[in-house]
């Protein structure tokens, strides 16, 4: 028997708020998990899959943290068998803003 693969487009997300690690609330966008696991591969068919799958774990979440959703990134790779690719996007930190980079120097923290 045959069976339909579920399609994002039926994935109903009511996730509003993304709570990031520095406290501050920001607007949940999709699109950053799509831009995250694009920088790990280039394999569209498993950006796609892992894409779907998380989306789907948080689709009745109202709000959630980035940690959250990153380690819901890591144990889906882990699920479909891309170890490698989880230990790298557990490594993976996007480069600090420019502002960040700033605050980071200590003559600017007087």
């Known amino acids: 028997m045959n069976k339909?693969?579920?399609?994002?487009?039926?994935i109903?997300?009511?996730?509003?708020?993304?709570?990031?690690?520095?406290?501050?609330?920001?607007?949940?966008?999709?699109?950053?998990?799509?831009?995250?696991?694009?920088?790990?591969?280039?394999?569209?068919?498993?950006?796609?899959?892992?894409?779907?799958?998380?989306l789907a774990q948080i689709a009745g979440y109202s709000q959630i943290d980035t940690a959250t959703i990153r380690q819901l990134i890591i144990s889906t790779l882990n699920l479909l068998d891309h170890p490698e690719?989880?230990?790298r996007y557990d490594e993976y930190r996007?480069?600090?803003?420019k502002q960040d980079q700033f605050k980071q120097l200590s003559f600017f923290n007087l």
């Open 4 to 10: 339909q693969k579920p399609q994002q487009s039926h």
């Open 12 to 54: 109903q997300i009511t996730v509003r708020f993304v709570e990031k690690q520095n406290g501050k609330k920001a607007l949940f966008d999709a699109r950053k998990i799509l831009r995250s696991l694009n920088h790990l591969t280039h394999d569209d068919r498993l950006i796609r899959r892992i894409n779907a799958l998380v």
């Open 85 to 87: 690719l989880a230990k």
């Open 94 to 97: 996007p480069s600090a803003t």
